[in-house]
């Protein structure tokens, strides 16, 4: 079974400052999805990254995909408060009667404090 | 766009009752659909997927089952409730890769007390 470990768990920061979350996991993976959950809520997909060395960003979030395939990194520029909540990395099984499947990290509590 | 609702939001039971959420899926057909559990705080553990009527796989062993008597709705059911079984349900569904290919509904809270 492919693990996937995720750091910080806990990550307590000032408005203005920026961060990076990691995921890694034990072997390659395909493809891999980066969630955030609110208190209450399912999670809401952040991206999805495919390729080795693939970088995407979504407004002051920039996500990054290993050369190897093995880890991934979202960093956060100039955090609000607005960006608090649980931070959640997740392999999809892209095959066989698995397909769909997710593997999810164990998460990052993200609190930005104004 | 797919749409997943689960019901209820919230649910307080005693050890020992049963158990019934449920959840269906809109904007779409013939989905894997997902059950997932979650702790405070942390990641989800998938506990049973189904990729057709009547077809449910069990990934962990527990006091829990789950159907699917139709296309678009997903049943998860437990006969007596044990303190363990407090958590976080979610429900998925999966239509295929792309940005809108993974939805989760709004979950179950549970408490056995």
């Known amino acids: 079974t492919q693990l996937l470990e995720q750091s910080p768990q806990f990550l307590s920061i000032q408005e203005g400052e920026n961060l990076t979350v990691y995921c890694n996991s034990s072997s390659v993976f395909s493809s891999l999805q980066w969630y955030r959950q609110e208190p209450g809520e399912g999670p809401v997909l952040l991206v999805t990254v495919v390729t080795g060395g693939e970088v995407k960003k979504l407004k002051r979030l920039t996500f990054q995909f290993g050369d190897a395939r093995k880890d991934s990194s979202l960093h956060i520029t100039a955090a609000q408060p607005g960006d608090t909540g649980l931070y959640l990395c997740?392999?999809?099984?892209?095959?066989?009667?698995?397909?769909?499947?997710?593997?999810f990290g164990q998460g990052t509590i993200l609190t930005v404090h104004p | 766009s797919q749409t997943i609702h689960q019901w209820p939001a919230t649910l307080v039971q005693p050890v020992g009752s049963p158990l019934s959420l449920e959840c269906t899926v809109e904007?779409?057909?013939?989905?894997?659909l997902y059950w997932y559990r979650q702790a405070a705080g942390r990641g989800l553990q998938l506990l049973f997927y189904?990729?057709?009527?009547?077809?449910i796989s069990s990934e962990v062993p527990q006091n829990l089952s789950a159907s699917r008597p139709q296309d678009r709705q997903f049943i998860l059911s437990s006969k007596k409730l044990l303190l363990s079984d407090s958590g976080f349900y979610l429900c998925a569904s999966f239509t295929g890769p792309g940005p809108r290919g993974y939805t989760f509904g709004s979950g179950t809270r549970l408490t056995v007390v």
């Open positions: 997740a392999l999809i099984n892209a095959g066989g009667t698995s397909y769909g499947k997710l593997t």
């Open positions: 904007g779409t057909s013939n989905p894997n």
């Open positions: 189904s990729v057709g009527i009547g077809q």
